[in-house]
């Protein structure tokens, strides 16, 4: 079984809805994102908590009308790729507050 | 009778660009006079600044690189700025600084530009690669990289176009408007804008193209070309954020679009 994983925001970035869409900014290397719907409900769903696949079967499922299967695989990678970029933090345990604002 | 300098006494050029005066004090009469020249019309006469500077000269003699990397942090409250061919320091609570430097324009200029730019950051201004014109009272800002047309446009101005700058536009925040302000950083017309202002019309990110025309561009896109434009020096993740959300209010008040032109004159036509 696959372990758990919980997502979190990081402190070090900036966020702001335009025009409908997400732009999400690192601090740390000024990458752009402008997230989608489902990468947009993930992200407003990310707090450290919460883990991946309960925002998957409770959010992305629900809001979109998508099969689990592919919305997990479409979770994970949008999730790799913000986390390669310091943008989202990801643990296999829940993120406490202190160690997110350390982040 | 002409007023003499003692070892003691420093001379101060207050030097005046977005309505906001920065004192730079030396010791140094040539280096007064090539500051006063570097900044004509920008020296101010206001008998308070936002900040003042002491300036100390070393002889040229010192190996000196503008080249090296320019390096801006935070050290216990100070801002430090530091070039092959400067250090500085700058309290932002104080707003007392230091700059040591050979006795040349770059050097506090680059200082200048740095300070404006953090300063603006709180603010939610900001300094922009873009050159920037008045006319019929209202400012234009024309944005781009190096290559882009800003120095093509700047030239092409018609005589009722007042150029505030064909280098760093200055823009400052009014309450729920924007001002583009005049500046003497200028690029290669080697000519200082005007020390002037006007209420900001509309922003253009320029390209150069077979023929005239204003193209919309997305908010998304405008916000993340504007960031690409913005100067920010600093290693900084709150000051980064800051720049953002300037960057995203700006956008939701001035109006950005894509200015595809011909390098000629008629382009000006279109601008209005």
């Known amino acids: 079984m696959m372990a758990e994983k919980f997502i979190a925001r990081s402190k070090a970035i900036a966020a702001r809805m335009i025009g409908g869409e997400m732009m999400v900014m690192s601090a740390a290397d000024s990458t752009f994102f402008t997230l989608n719907d489902v990468a947009s409900t993930i992200w407003q769903a990310a707090d450290g908590r919460t883990p991946l696949s309960e925002i998957v079967d409770g959010k992305v499922c629900q809001e979109f009308e998508v099969d689990r299967e592919r919305a997990q695989r479409a979770a994970d990678r949008f999730v790799d790729e913000l986390s390669q970029h310091g943008i989202l933090l990801v643990s296999d345990h829940p993120l406490i507050d202190s160690f997110l604002e350390s982040r | ?272």
């Not at chain 2, 977005?18 to 019309?41: C, K, P, Q, V, W």
């Not at chain 2, 390096?71 to 430090?80: I, M, N």
Request: proline fraction near 5%.
């Open chain 2, 1 to 272: 009778m002409t007023p003499t300098l003692t070892a003691t006494e420093k001379a101060t050029v207050s030097i005046e660009i977005g309505g906001m005066a920065i004192a730079l004090r030396t010791d140094d009469a040539s280096f007064e006079r090539l500051i006063e020249n570097r900044y004509a019309g920008f020296v101010g006469s206001s008998p308070s600044s936002h900040s003042e500077f002491d300036i100390d000269l070393y002889e040229q003699s010192e190996p000196t690189s503008a080249d090296e990397d320019l390096e801006v942090k935070t050290e216990a409250g100070e801002w430090l700025l530091r070039r092959g061919d400067f250090r500085a320091r700058w309290n932002p609570k104080t707003r007392q600084g230091h700059v040591r430097q050979s006795c040349n324009p770059y050097a506090i200029d680059c200082v200048l530009r740095i300070v404006h730019s953090l300063i603006l950051a709180r603010e939610g201004g900001f300094l922009v690669h873009a050159a920037s014109a008045i006319r019929n009272g209202k400012a234009f800002i024309f944005s781009g990289v190096s290559g882009a047309g800003k120095t093509t446009i700047s030239r092409l101005a018609p005589p009722d176009a007042t150029l505030l700058t064909d280098e760093i536009s200055y823009v400052r925040r009014e309450g729920n408007r924007y001002m583009a302000c005049g500046t003497p950083f200028a690029g290669e017309l080697a000519r200082v804008g005007e020390n002037c202002s006007a209420p900001l019309c509309a922003l253009f990110f320029l390209e150069k193209g077979p023929q005239n025309r204003i193209e919309p561009i997305g908010p998304t896109e405008a916000i993340q070309r504007l960031m690409r434009n913005i100067l920010f020096f600093a290693d900084d993740a709150e000051l980064v954020k800051l720049v953002f959300q300037s960057a995203c209010e700006f956008a939701s008040l001035v109006p950005m679009h894509r200015l595809v032109f011909v390098p000629d004159q008629r382009v000006w036509d279109i601008i209005r």
